[in-house]
């Protein structure tokens, strides 16, 4: 079917408030088979549109990244200047700082050591116990084998119950 067919047995399907007619009954498979066109039509409009998505995304990010590496390059030269220019002025606690009063104060602190932890696992290996955390999160799929035979009302707040199916259609290629 061209596009354009497409398009009109949507429009045949489809109300003027945008729900979708019922499939009549007593029409055989002709009638499931309208439907079952504008579905894999609509389908592959909407892959088409994520797709595009993902193009603009991508051109969208890699302009972000190229606009922090500028910012990030501009950090650093204005860190580096401060450092040793002397126009900035000494503070109380060992560092730099420039003020404009028209645009910014820059400030820039001392050079401190500053601890990186690389491999958490071999530091606690280490540290020991004490320095060690437990995160409890629910298993939820063990949970929901729990709930599942009991009723809505025996649920604890946070779960419920919800009716729902698998609709299952397998277009050809």
Do not use: C
């Amino acid at each position: 079917m061209q596009t354009e067919d497409l398009e009109k047995t949507i429009d045949e399907i489809q109300e003027e408030s945008g729900e979708i007619k019922p499939i009549p009954k007593g029409e055989g498979m002709i009638a499931y088979r309208k439907y079952l066109w504008a579905l894999w039509f609509l389908q592959k409009k909407i892959e088409k549109i994520e797709d595009y998505k993902r193009q603009v995304i991508g051109d969208i990010d890699a302009r972000i990244v190229k606009e922090r590496q500028n910012v990030d390059r501009i950090r650093t030269a204005i860190e580096m200047a401060l450092e040793v220019d002397p126009i900035a002025e000494n503070t109380k606690v060992g560092g730099k700082k420039l003020v404009l009063p028209d645009i910014a104060s820059v400030s820039v602190s001392k050079l401190q050591d500053k601890v990186i932890i690389d491999d958490p696992d071999k530091v606690l290996d280490i540290l020991g116990e004490e320095f060690g955390k437990v995160k409890v999160s629910l298993d939820t799929t063990k949970a929901k084998d729990f709930l599942g035979d009991k009723p809505e009302s025996e649920l604890p707040d946070g779960a419920h119950k919800e009716k729902s199916r698998t609709l299952s259609i397998r277009f050809k290629r």
